[in-house]
């Protein structure tokens, strides 16, 4: 499928993955994901390539790769890995959104409607079988603006499921208080300029590069409540924003009454591995 680009829109050239082959040589990585010392698994780039088009009317880059498990370290019962994905550029898609802040990268009901249509924060990581990683990636973001700065920051979490197996599992549910462990990030992007020949055009590209989640995802999940966002999907409750790995709840406390999207939640630390101080709900 591929949408027309307009100005301060994305190209999501899907087709465009259909002939890449994932037996191309890594473009960067394997990049190991360690929990406590244990290797989680590793997080692999096949495919970081500039999609221009020829006319030079659109600039922009396809990315492709994923994650994959090592087994050394098994994700305890009801918990469930997904990508969680935002955005920070000079130039947003969205009519709501403001250059230089962070959203989470969903796809909205349309450019001036902020409301994600699934009601899921988590990024589309097409869990198809045999796609070669236990939670593949890829995205294919472009701009018509001839001056553009982008960084997109893609977050390994550990998701707790809802107490009802029935319910959708990416759906949000306002109230519930679903943890989301942010378990490291990948982070990524382009930039369009002029380059040393006088063109314009897509500039030389990093590598992507892993880092520490640290308070990411809190801020791409307070910009949506409070700067014009989804704040049913993101906001209401419905997720406690953790970092590290899911583990073993120890002294228990009540839950904040206050805004509820880990902006209180207290993290004890030990070899590495993040324990929560609040009241134990038992996952599904």
Same mark, same amino acid.
């Given at each position: 499928?591929?949408?027309?680009?307009?100005?301060?829109?994305?190209?999501?050239?899907?087709?465009?993955?259909?002939?890449?082959?994932?037996?191309?040589?890594? +473009?960067?990585?394997?990049?190991?994901?360690?929990?406590?010392?244990?290797?989680?698994?590793?997080?692999?780039?096949?495919?970081?390539?500039?999609?221009?088009?020829?006319?030079?009317?659109?600039?922009?880059?396809?990315?492709?790769?994923?994650?994959?498990?090592?087994?050394?370290?098994?994700?305890?019962?009801? +918990?469930?890995?997904?990508?969680? $994905?935002?955005?920070?550029?000079?130039?947003?898609?969205?009519?709501? $959104?403001?250059?230089?802040?962070?959203?989470?990268?969903?796809?909205?009901?349309?450019?001036?409607?902020?409301?994600?249509?699934?009601?899921?924060?988590?990024?589309?990581?097409?869990? $198809?079988?045999?796609?070669?990683?236990?939670?593949?990636?890829?995205?294919?973001?472009?701009?018509?603006?001839?001056?553009?700065?982008?960084?997109?920051?893609?977050?390994?979490?550990?998701? $707790?499921?809802?107490?009802?197996?029935?319910?959708?599992?990416?759906?949000?549910?306002?109230?519930?208080?679903?943890?989301?462990?942010?378990?490291?990030?990948?982070?990524?992007?382009?930039?369009?300029?002029?380059?040393?020949?006088?063109?314009?055009?897509?500039?030389?590209?990093?590598?992507?590069?892993?880092?520490?989640?640290?308070?990411?995802?809190?801020?791409?999940?307070?910009?949506?409540?409070?700067?014009?966002?989804?704040?049913?999907?993101?906001?209401?409750?419905?997720?406690?924003?953790?970092?590290?790995?899911?583990?073993?709840?120890?002294?228990?406390?009540?839950?904040?009454?206050?805004?509820?999207?880990?902006?209180?939640?207290?993290?004890?630390?030990?070899?590495?591995?993040?324990?929560?101080?609040?009241?134990?709900?038992?996952?599904?």
């Amino acid at each position: 499928m591929i949408v027309t680009v307009l100005p301060r829109r994305l190209f999501l050239g899907l087709m465009f993955f259909s002939w890449v082959a994932w037996e191309t040589p890594a +473009y960067c990585g394997p990049l190991d994901v360690f929990v406590g010392g244990v290797q989680l698994g590793t997080f692999t780039v096949e495919t970081f390539v500039d999609t221009s088009s020829q006319t030079g009317s659109t600039f922009g880059v396809a990315i492709q790769g994923g994650f994959q498990e090592s087994g050394n370290l098994a994700l305890p019962a009801g +918990y469930e890995y997904r990508w969680i $994905q935002t955005v920070n550029t000079s130039a947003p898609i969205n009519d709501w $959104q403001s250059a230089g802040q962070t959203y989470v990268d969903r796809s909205r009901v349309s450019f001036s409607d902020p409301t994600v249509a699934d009601q899921s924060p988590f990024y589309a990581s097409f869990r $198809q079988p045999g796609q070669g990683y236990t939670l593949p990636f890829l995205d294919n973001p472009a701009r018509t603006e001839t001056s553009f700065t982008g960084t997109w920051n893609l977050t390994l979490a550990a998701v $707790q499921a809802p107490t009802n197996p029935s319910d959708d599992f990416d759906a949000s549910q306002p109230g519930s208080g679903r943890d989301i462990f942010a378990i490291t990030t990948f982070t990524w992007g382009f930039s369009i300029g002029t380059r040393p020949d006088g063109t314009i055009g897509v500039l030389p590209l990093d590598p992507p590069t892993q880092r520490d989640p640290d308070d990411l995802l809190t801020t791409a999940f307070a910009n949506e409540v409070n700067l014009g966002g989804d704040a049913r999907t993101f906001g209401g409750g419905a997720w406690t924003l953790l970092n590290g790995f899911p583990t073993v709840v120890v002294n228990p406390i009540p839950e904040p009454t206050s805004i509820v999207m880990g902006l209180s939640a207290v993290l004890l630390s030990a070899g590495g591995l993040s324990f929560s101080r609040r009241r134990s709900r038992p996952a599904a």
